[in-house]
C-alpha cells in the first residue's frame, strides 16, 4: 500500500516537471524565431531607409520604389504581428508554468496530508494487533482456568 501511495506520489511531483522542461524548449525555439524575426525586421528597416533616401530619379524608378516601399512596410506588420503572436505564446507558456507549479504544490500537500493519515492509520492497526494479542491471552488464561 505504501509503495503504491509513494508512486503515485512520485507520478505526481514528475509530471509537473516534464512540463516545466517541455515549456522551456519550446520557450527556446520561440525566443530563437523571435531573434530571428527582429534580424529580418532590422535587414528591412535598413533596406526601407535605403530605398526611401531623397534622390532624382526617373518616374518608372519611383513608382517601383514606392510599390517595394508598401511591400516592405507589409513585411513589417507581418514580422509585428508574428512578434505579438510569439509574446503571446510567451505569456501562454508562463501561465502553464505557474498553473504546473501550483498544481506541484497542491499534490505535495495532498501526499503530506495522506502520508499524515496513513501514519496514524498504521498506528492505530498496530494498537489494535496488541489489544487483540490482550484480548487473546486473556482467552487463553480463562480457557486454561476453566479446564482446572
Known amino acids: 500500500m505504501k509503495q503504491v501511495v509513494i508512486f503515485t506520489c512520485l507520478a505526481a511531483l514528475l509530471f509537473p516537471l516534464a512540463m516545466a522542461g517541455c515549456c522551456r524548449v519550446e520557450m527556446a525555439d520561440l525566443q530563437e524565431e523571435l531573434k ?11 533596406k526601407l531607409k535605403t530605398a526611401t533616401k531623397p534622390q532624382i530619379r526617373p518616374q518608372g524608378q519611383v513608382m517601383e520604389l514606392t510599390g517595394s516601399v508598401s511591400e516592405f512596410q507589409k513585411q513589417i506588420d507581418a514580422f509585428v504581428s508574428f512578434r505579438e503572436e510569439l509574446q503571446r505564446r510567451e505569456d501562454e507558456l508562463a ?17 503530506d496530508q495522506l ?28 480457557q486454561e482456568k476453566l479446564k482446572e
Open 115 to 142: 502520508g499524515a493519515k496513513l501514519e496514524a492509520e498504521t498506528e492505530r492497526v498496530i494498537a489494535l494487533q496488541g489489544r487483540l494479542k490482550e484480548a487473546q491471552s486473556a482467552i487463553v488464561e480463562l
Open 95 to 111: 501561465r502553464l508554468r505557474q498553473a504546473a507549479l501550483e498544481e506541484a504544490k497542491t499534490a505535495q500537500e495532498r501526499m
Open 36 to 46: 530571428q524575426a527582429r534580424a529580418e525586421r532590422d535587414d528591412l528597416r535598413a
